[in-house]
């Protein structure tokens, strides 16, 4: 009987290199290719990489937007063409984005903070459309949701808003199912234990261009811009370097089973994966 992951992939045909830095906006989306060869990363720049929690669904939210990965290395296009700038996973089938409207996508632009129950199939205007593009964005407990577009902005609800602080603009944001949130910026690594509402700086970490904790909030990982892989066990106070990608991380998903932290890394080379907490990877998808 087939996997939802595998049911999912086959709805559609197969289809932040500097830190700080993200794609320009178009008009013009081309849609993925049907029959893309397996084992072969799309085309469109990877904005984010997650995890369903449900049915262990690997996703790429791209300049084009969202993409499942079957278990035998197809990429799959699920959903209408939107460029997901910001993409989060809130629970299973459940995801939050922001970014711009593809052609004859029928959605403001920003979109602002969009919302899918549905695995990515489609997606509603939750708040802030026609306002804001969230470059970065993470779920929090709850039903909340933490974004920059700008400003340092959370809501409890999707719907109503307050504006906070941050030291530094945030290039990545990450939560865990308690509110502790880590954001990478130009000025180091920040840390909150209160949903973003206070911040202060982790120090004895270098300059890391994305971060992730892993879906049970037990590890991180963070990735430099020339590759280095460093992780954390105990809620980012200290970090140890495990090991070394090939080219600069686009974007990083982690997740924790029987003990085992497994990574994924999107890179200009290719999507890789670990299966040893970092320490060395393989390719999932080459260029």
């Known amino acids: ?82 460029d997901l700038m910001g993409f989060t996973v809130a629970g299973p089938d459940h995801y939050l984005a922001s970014g711009h409207p593809g052609l004859r996508t029928d959605l403001p632009n920003p979109v602002g903070l969009i919302e899918s129950t549905d695995g990515g199939e489609t997606w509603a205007p939750l708040s802030r459309a026609g306002e804001s593009d ?54 180091g690594l920040l840390r909150s234990t209160d949903a973003g509402a206070t911040w202060a700086p982790v120090d004895d970490v270098p300059l890391l261009q994305v971060v992730t904790w892993s879906g049970d909030g037990t590890a991180a990982v963070g990735i430099t811009p020339d590759g280095a892989v460093w992780t954390s ?28 932290l497994r990574v994924l890394v999107a890179t200009d080379h290719g999507l890789l994966e670990s299966t040893d907490g970092g320490a060395t990877f393989t390719t999932l998808l080459s260029t």
């Open 134 to 187: 969230f470059h970065a964005l993470t779920a929090l407990p709850g039903g909340g949701a933490l974004g920059y577009d700008g400003a340092l902005r959370r809501t409890a609800d999707g719907t109503t808003w307050e504006q906070l602080a941050i030291p530094a603009e945030p290039h990545t944001l990450t939560a865990t199912p308690d509110g502790h949130v880590l954001a990478t910026t130009g000025a």
């Open 1 to 82: 009987m087939p996997t939802n992951r595998t049911a999912r992939a086959a709805v559609a045909g197969g289809v932040l290199l500097t830190l700080l830095t993200g794609c320009a906006a178009t008009d013009e989306f081309a849609t993925p290719a049907p029959g893309d060869t397996p084992g072969t990363l799309p085309a469109a720049h990877v904005h984010a990489v997650a995890v369903d929690p449900g049915d262990g669904a690997l996703l790429l939210a791209t300049h084009e937007g969202l993409i499942t990965v079957a278990d035998d290395g197809r990429p799959a296009a699920v959903g209408p063409v939107i």
């Open 233 to 260: 066990t105990d809620a980012a106070a200290s970090w140890t370097q495990r090991g070394q990608l090939d080219g600069a991380p686009q974007a990083v998903a982690a997740t924790t089973a029987d003990g085992e």
